[in-house]
């Protein structure tokens, strides 16, 4: 096997998106250009994208990281608008797509038609999320879009088996589909609530935080896959196991998360360059299978199919976010009222990405050629449509609908009442300890407990207090400047003293280590 394509893949793509951080520009959407340049460049390697390596491989990593970054609790107060957007938007565009494709291309028959309408169906919200926290949308329509991508993939593909069955002959039949979403549905759900709680266990109860960073990172791959042997939707079993360990993080090790954090990050920012690069790259690929659709229509088809996209999410999106508030009278009563601009972002945030990619290329050959090089076409037009028209003009958008910002101030607020809080709790709790004889410790040892606890209670609050007229930092900023400074200083000696020989290597490497832990205390400390 030769590695160096993989390798060129990895380190450019990762060359790019750091690039991206330094322009105004998504790094989602500079990856695809790069990617679509790149690929016509002579010499350089064909990328096709497998399916048999992106769903079981790279979809569960990437969404598992990104459910366990986001909120069960956010998630569960927006269920019904998630739910409306990753079954009931899916299911629609599917249809509606699929129709309009049908009566669009001469000759194509309806099957085929709606397996594009599948296809191109679910949105990925990932370059949308990433904008969104860029450009400060507020957190309930992020939660909304984080919810729709972590669950309308599991909608897709089943909608999408059921129509391939159609268009290949297999007979496949509507009450057929909705048995075999509801098994995917139900299975993939149940396979991760049987799964969440034993492999929870096994994280709070391994010792070596080496073995529960191994786990970590296998447990996407176990639930995708005891999901997919099951029959079961392996995309909701990933995401129920993600949220649970999520919400419950807190009960692992400190050290295993401060591993885990890190190596988390990594992972989800190469693969995610990867990915959006892959995409780009796909384009001699897509023109050399065109076959007979090649010329002016294939390019009428493509701008046909990405409008019809764009304008079925608004026509699923606004009566689905007000009707129900004028039908319910519980509805209008629990929830926040949504407001027209929020419609409005949500619409105009249907990305599509890789997965629409990796299920048009993983349609099978025995569907005629014809149809099944067009579906190919047509999604990778719309996947790069959407991304490249969508992607470059929503940040615009929210910034012209002028979006109320977060209140900083109260945010602070907020966490330095939980801080203080926290710390009367941790006070008593000192104090009870050190009334026992066998918790006696040195008064200055008692006093240094005392001062992190009095330190860490009076961080937030210095937030917000005044600048430095000198050096126009804040006391948090320079707090945080002087802690590195003097760490820096005591890490200097520590290397000179192992460079004379004083101390080893395996010593020099115990003492960074936990200086590196007091720096990262320091860092979070302030904020």
Do not use: C
């Not at 995610?272 to 090649?294: D, H, K, T």
């Not at 050629?369 to 470059?392: A, E, K, M, S, W």
């Amino acid at each position: 096997m030769d590695v160096m394509p993989l390798l060129l893949l990895v380190a450019g793509s990762a060359a790019v998106a750091a690039a991206a951080r330094r322009t105004p520009a998504p790094a989602p959407l500079l990856l695809v250009a790069v990617g679509l340049a790149v690929s016509y460049i002579p010499g350089v390697p064909s990328y096709t994208l497998d399916p048999h390596v992106v769903l079981p491989l790279l979809l569960p990593p990437l969404l598992y990281t990104s459910a366990s970054d986001s909120s069960y609790l956010d998630l569960r107060a927006q269920l019904r608008p998630v739910a409306l957007l990753s079954v009931g938007y899916v299911l629609f565009a599917t249809v509606v797509v699929g129709w309009a494709a049908y009566v669009i291309v001469p000759g194509l028959p309806l099957p085929a038609a709606l397996v594009l309408g599948a296809v191109v169906a679910p949105p990925d919200a990932v370059a949308a999320t990433a904008v969104a926290r860029r450009v400060g949308l507020p957190s309930r329509i992020t939660t909304i879009l984080q919810g729709e991508s972590l669950l309308n993939d599991a909608t897709a593909i089943t909608a999408y088996k059921v129509a391939l069955g159609a268009a290949v002959g297999e007979g496949a039949t509507w009450a057929g589909g909705i048995g075999e979403f509801a098994l995917a549905a139900v299975g993939g759900v149940g396979v991760g609530l049987i799964l969440m709680a034993p492999l929870h266990w096994l994280r709070t109860h391994l010792n070596e935080p080496l073995l529960q960073n191994t786990l970590s990172l296998l447990i996407p791959f176990v639930a995708y896959g005891v999901a997919e042997q099951a029959h079961a939707s392996g995309v909701l079993a990933v995401v129920v196991v993600a949220l649970y360990l999520g919400h419950r993080a807190w009960e692992v090790d400190f050290a295993t998360r401060l591993q885990e954090e890190a190596v988390w990050k990594m992972v989800a920012f190469v693969l995610e360059s990867a990915v959006f690069a892959l995409i780009g790259l796909q384009l001699p690929i897509v023109l050399q299978r065109l076959g007979e659709y090649e010329g002016v229509s294939a390019v009428w088809y493509a701008v046909a199919v990405f409008l019809v996209v764009v304008v079925a999410r608004f026509v699923w999106v606004y009566p689905a976010t007000f009707l129900p508030r004028l039908l319910s009278k519980r509805i209008r009563a629990r929830e926040e009222n949504p407001t027209w601009r929020g419609a409005m972002v949500t619409s105009w945030a249907g990305m599509r990405g890789v997965v629409s990619l990796a299920i048009a290329f993983a349609i099978p050959s025995t569907m005629a050629d014809g149809p099944r090089n067009l579906i190919l076409f047509l999604t990778f037009t719309t996947v790069i449509g959407t991304l490249v028209v969508q992607g470059v003009t929503l940040p615009p958008l929210i910034r012209l609908l002028r979006f109320p910002g977060r209140d900083r101030q109260a945010e602070t607020l907020a966490e330095a009442n939980a801080q203080a809080q926290a710390s009367r709790a941790a006070e008593a709790r000192l104090d009870d300890l050190l009334s026992d004889e066998r918790n006696a410790l040195p008064p200055p040892l008692v006093d240094r407990l005392h001062t992190v606890l009095e330190r860490r209670r009076n961080a937030v609050w210095e937030r917000l207090g005044q600048v430095n007229p000198v050096t126009g930092e804040s006391v948090d900023d320079t707090y945080r400047r002087l802690s590195r400074e003097m760490i820096s200083a005591e890490r200097e000696v520590f290397v000179r003293l192992r460079d004379h020989r004083y101390i080893d290597d395996e010593m020099l490497r115990a003492l960074l280590r936990r200086l590196d832990l007091e720096e990262a205390a320091a860092f979070r400390e302030a904020g």
